[in-house]
């Protein structure tokens, strides 16, 4: 049974950081893309970023280059997203998702996670 489980969301400070990971059940990392959505109350979902089953990154949106990095641990099964420097626009909640290539349209995906909130304040 494919699943994907979101960890890591919660509140921080502008400037601050956090790490997201992506932990992956049902299948190996070579098997699917996996990719990072957001969605922001009252916005459409917006792809962040993506790792392809060969394990090259190929793409972050404009709004996160240089602040946000994607990795992927293939002993954990999971695809970590660390976010430093964030914003207040960064607040949304955060998805994961496995498809069968990097898209950067949400309905591409096959199978998604249940998302973890993030929230930029002071």
Partial sequence: QVQLVESGG????????LR????VSGFGLDY????????APGKEREGVSCISRSD???FY?????GRFTLSRDNAK???DLQMNNLKPEDTAVYYCAAGS???KTSYEYNY???GTQVTVSS
């Avoid at 699917?32 to 957001?38: C, E, S």
């Fill in 10 to 17: 919660g509140l921080v400070q502008p400037g601050g950081s």
């Fill in 20 to 23: 997201l990971s992506c932990a």
């Fill in 32 to 39: 699917y893309a996996i990719a990072w959505f957001r969605q």
């Fill in 56 to 58: 090259t990154i190929t």
């Fill in 61 to 65: 949106a404009d709004s996160v280059k």
């Fill in 77 to 79: 099964n999971t695809i």
């Fill in 101 to 103: 290539r990097c898209w």
């Fill in 112 to 114: 998604w996670g249940q």
